[in-house]
């Protein structure tokens, strides 16, 4: 079992920046799937960037060139870096992990943390 537990999550204004982080309890960084994904109210929850077990990253199209998603393997944390935050940012994210290549970019991810909230003023 694989426990995920994010944080970094808060209010900034519009154009701002926050970074998330993902510390899993054990040491899955270089062998897993490793992605993030948003839940905002009232919406279907949605991938925002992924990095896989051989170093591809995937990044949804609303948030290409403003989100960089890494891993520290030492340190066993998965990061989420957002710039140029908008309103339609505002969301809970979440970590995800799987074993499986690709599958972190799906609903079907194997773990889930609990999620940290993002919200984004105007």
């Known amino acids: 079992q694989v426990k995920l537990v994010e944080s970094g999550g808060g209010s900034v204004q519009a154009g701002g920046s926050l970074r998330l982080s993902c510390a899993a309890s054990t040491r899955i960084y270089s062998r897993y799937c490793m992605g993030w994904f948003r839940q905002a109210p009232g919406k279907e929850r949605e991938g925002v960037a992924a990095?896989?077990?051989?170093?591809?990253?995937t990044y949804a199209d609303s948030v290409k060139g403003r989100v960089t998603v890494s891993r520290d393997t030492a340190k066993n944390i998965l990061y989420l870096q957002m710039n140029s935050l908008k309103p339609e940012d505002t969301a809970m994210y979440y970590c995800a992990a799987d074993p499986r290549s690709g599958y972190c970019y799906t609903r079907n991810a194997r773990y889930w943390g609990q999620g940290t909230q993002v919200t984004v003023s105007s």
């Open positions: 990095l896989d077990s051989d170093g591809k990253t």
